[in-house]
C-alpha cells in the first residue's frame, strides 16, 4: 500500500513518541503535528480502517505490526537522509532534521539503501537515534536521562529525545552550547531551583528542566 505524506508524518510521530515511552493521545499528537485536533481525529479514523494502528479504551494509539515496520522504514530513511546532508552537502547538525521531514517522503527504498551503503550504515542519525536495520542489538538500559544523574557524576551524551528533534530552537540550542551526542561532561551541582550545572570542555553551563529532559547519557 502506497502510503500518504500525511499518514507517514503520523506514523514517524506514533513512533517517535513510543520510543520515549510517551502515551500517544489525540491532543499530543495534534501539538506535535501542529494540526487541530479534529483533524488528527479523522486522520486516525482512517489509520485504523487502513490497519496501521489501534487504539485502545484509554484512547491512547498504538502502531500494529504493519504500522511499526511502516514506521521503522520511514525512520530509516529520514535518519539516513540526515546523515547523508551532513557529509556530502555540509548541511548544519540542527538544520538537517527539518530537511530530512521534506526528503524523506520522495526517496525511494532502492535509493535509501544506496545511501546506507555509502554511509558506511551508520548505526544512529547524527542526533544519536538509532537507525533501524543499522543499530546493534545491544543492552540500552544503562541509557538514562540526564535530569535522573546526581551531581559528582562524569556522563557521555548518547542521543536526543524524538520530541527534541522538531524544536529547531532547542536544536540550535544544543549545537551552540556543543550538548551532542559523544561529548563528555560532569555534573558539578544541582541548583535549588533544579537545575543542573555541567562542566563542559572547561567551561561552565547551567541546564534547565527543557534541555536535561530531552538528552539522554550514559555514564563515562
Known amino acids: 500500500m502506497t502510503l500518504s505524506n500525511t499518514v507517514e508524518d503520523y506514523l514517524l510521530a506514533i513512533y517517535g513518541m513510543r520510543a520515549d515511552a510517551e502515551a ?3 491532543a499530543r499528537l495534534a501539538e506535535r503535528l501542529h494540526v487541530a485536533p479534529p483533524t488528527v481525529t479523522a486522520t486516525l479514523e482512517r489509520m ?9 479504551d484509554n484512547h491512547q494509539v498504538f502502531l500494529t505490526l504493519s504500522g511499526e515496520r511502516s514506521a521503522e522504514r520511514l525512520a530509516r530513511r529520514h535518519r539516513l537522509i540526515e546523515h547523508w546532508l551532513i ?7 540542527a538544520d538537517v532534521h527539518e530537511e530530512a521531514d521534506r526528503l524523506e517522503h520522495s526517496v525511494s527504498e532502492e535509493l535509501t539503501e544506496h545511501i546506507s551503503e555509502s554511509l ?3 548505526a544512529t542519525c547524527p542526533h544519536g537515534l538509532p537507525i533501524p536495520g543499522n543499530y546493534p542489538e545491544t543492552d540500552v538500559s544503562q541509557i538514562i536521562n540526564l535530569g535522573q544523574v546526581e551531581a559528582g557524576a562524569d556522563v557521555r551524551i548518547v542521543r536526543l529525545s524524538e520530541t527534541a528533534e522538531d524544536d529547531g530552537e532547542l536544536l540550535h540550542y544544543f549545537e551552540n552550547k556543543q550538548l551532542v551526542p559523544g561529548r563528555v561532561m560532569r555534573i558539578t551541582e544541582t541548583t535549588p531551583s533544579g537545575h543542573l550545572v555541567v562542566e563542559l570542555d572547561g567551561a ?9 529532559s530531552n538528552l539522554w547519557v550514559m555514564r563515562a
Do not use: E, F, S
Request: aromatic residues 6%.
Open 24 to 26: 500517544v493521545i489525540n
Open 48 to 56: 485504523v480502517r487502513d490497519g496501521h494502528i489501534w487504539i485502545d
Open 87 to 93: 557529509r556530502t552537502l555540509g548541511l548544519g547538525w
Open 120 to 122: 558506511g550504515h551508520p
Open 204 to 212: 561552565t553551563v547551567v541546564i534547565d528542566d527543557k534541555v536535561a
